[in-house]
């Protein structure tokens, strides 16, 4: 941590966020410094190569929790496969990307993990890798610095 580190904006244990270049304007996030990589909740996920031989990846995702209505497809460019471990020990190989994320006045690019989140009450988790020497969290606060945004489906 940086001497400077009491200057940094605190966030709560969760918070809204958008990743404008997946279109999706809103995701409720928890914030997880358990996590060292940040992931994001996809289905039907398929990864292709190009003419030019770039590893891309198409798939969908439902941004609000127990909500199958809304989908939300994707497709971005892959920058690696790697061994993740779940919260339950479980390995496995998953495709990641690097997206730009905005969450309340701060944008910042973060990588990503594609896995299947639908047991989980997130549809994303903000990793500590994504969180270092840019934010402090209190885990006794939520969204700091983001309003709580109400969806209701339609």
């Given at each position: 941590m940086s001497?400077?580190?009491?200057n ?6 969760r ?15 928890k914030?997880?410094?358990g996590?060292r ?5 996809t289905?039907?996920?398929?990864t ?9 990846v198409?798939f969908l995702v ?8 809304t989908v939300?497809?994707c ?5 690696g ?14 495709p990641?990307?690097?997206?730009p ?7 910042w690019e973060i ?9 989980m009450?997130f549809r994303?988790?903000?990793?500590r ?11 006794a ?5 983001s309003?709580?945004?109400r969806?209701?489906?339609?």
């Open positions: 001497s400077d580190s009491e940094y904006p605190v966030l709560g244990w918070e809204w966020l958008s990743i404008p270049s997946l279109n999706i304007p809103h995701i409720k996030a914030v997880d410094t996590a990589t940040s992931a994001l909740h289905f039907d996920l398929e292709y190569e190009t003419d030019t031989g770039q590893e891309r198409r439902h941004p609000f929790q127990d909500d199958t209505d939300v497809p497709d971005c460019a892959v920058i496969n790697r061994s993740v471990r779940d919260s339950g020990g479980h390995e496995q190989v998953r990641f990307i690097c997206l994320v905005v969450l309340g006045d701060h944008t990588e990503f993990s594609l896995t299947n989140r639908d047991n009450k994303m988790l903000l990793g890798t994504a969180m270092e020497d840019r934010f402090l969290v209190n885990p606060l939520s969204y700091q610095q309003k709580p945004y969806w209701l489906p339609s």
